[in-house]
């Protein structure tokens, strides 16, 4: 019912850049949080960044000061604007959308994209 794609990965040097798209469809509540997770082989998911509605936004330390989280509320699209590659950003980069909803009863909803793979080498 609700989908995710993202879109922009790819290979880059290290030093370079990346912008990553992610388009979501579907009954979407307009209060909620979009961000971005990232997982190298071998290793846990992590967040690399998110945003709410309102715009208030969270980095991952690793990634403060190089990347930038946007989105587009009317569109339900998010972005990552990724500088200063380096080596260890190398991953699968996946796009998330979570809110809180319900009058009778609360419910999470929680949904995940397909994944985008971002590798930076030389």
């Known amino acids: 019912q609700v989908q995710l794609v993202e879109s922009g990965g790819g290979l880059v040097q290290p030093g370079g850049s990346l912008r990553l798209s992610c388009a979501a469809s579907?009954?979407?509540?307009?209060?909620?949080?979009m961000g971005w997770y990232r997982q190298a082989p071998g290793k846990e998911r992590e967040l690399v960044a998110s945003?709410?509605?309102?715009?208030?936004?969270k980095y991952a330390d690793s990634v403060k000061g190089r990347f930038t989280v946007s989105r587009d509320s009317a569109k339900n699209r998010v972005y990552l604007q990724m500088n200063s590659l380096n080596p260890e950003d190398t991953a699968l980069y996946y796009c998330?959308?979570?809110?809180?909803?319900?009058?009778?009863?609360?419910?999470?909803?929680?949904?995940w994209g397909q994944g985008t793979q971002v590798t930076v080498s030389s």
């Open positions: 579907g009954n979407i509540f307009s209060l909620n949080v």
């Open positions: 945003i709410t509605s309102a715009g208030s936004t």
């Open positions: 998330n959308v979570r809110w809180t909803a319900g009058l009778l009863s609360t419910r999470e909803y929680d949904y």
